[in-house]
């Protein structure tokens, strides 16, 4: 298991993220991989930060497909009862998070993962690799934080993982 993280922080406000898996493990009883989350949350030194108003939620999907009712903007709707689903080709998904003009985060330094509804009776829709991005404008992306090899501390539903940090840090001026 290993976390690293590098890149220069941006100028202005991070407005937006990117989530891009890199691991997932293959789901056996779907003989496929199924990614699955509730809520996908920011912190800044451990105070969870609310997502702006107006903030987006895509999938890049790249041969997965999302389930009927599970949209990714059940990642930011702050209800542990939805969720984000798809199968498929889930281990190459790209969530990217685009905030409201005017509203861009400056002060955030980790985020976390809550599992979903059904995470206990299928833990391998748990990522286990992944690299977090941050952008002031959409398009050049600074690495916040690498994982490879993770394996979750638990698969309770609804339970929120551990938090994951930056090195790079954008602080309001």
């Not at 990117?18 to 009883?29: A, G, H, Y």
């Not at 999938?59 to 689903?85: H, R």
């Not at 969530?95 to 299928?122: C, E, Y």
Request: proline content about 6%; glycine content about 8%; hydrophobic content about 35%.
């Amino acid at each position: 298991s290993s976390s690293s993280s590098s890149g220069g922080a941006p100028t202005t406000a991070w407005n937006y993220f990117k989530f891009k898996i890199t691991q997932l493990p293959i789901e056996s009883s779907q003989n496929r991989a199924v990614f699955q989350m509730a809520e996908f949350r920011l912190y800044n030194s451990g105070t969870l930060v609310a997502w702006p108003t107006g903030t987006t939620v895509a999938a890049v999907q790249s041969g997965a497909s999302q389930n009927a009712g599970e949209a990714p903007s059940s990642l930011i709707d702050q209800n542990t009862s939805t969720k984000y689903c798809e199968v498929g080709n889930a281990q190459n998904t790209e969530i990217i998070f685009k905030l409201p003009v005017g509203q861009g985060l400056r002060s955030v330094n980790s985020f976390a993962m809550v599992n979903a509804n059904d995470t206990a009776t299928h833990p391998n829709r748990i990522p286990t690799g992944w690299i977090f991005y941050g952008s002031s404008d959409g398009t050049n992306w600074t690495q916040l934080n690498t994982t490879t090899g993770w394996t979750p501390t638990t698969t309770a539903n609804f339970t929120e993982l551990p938090k994951f940090s930056f090195s790079t840090v954008l602080t309001s001026p």
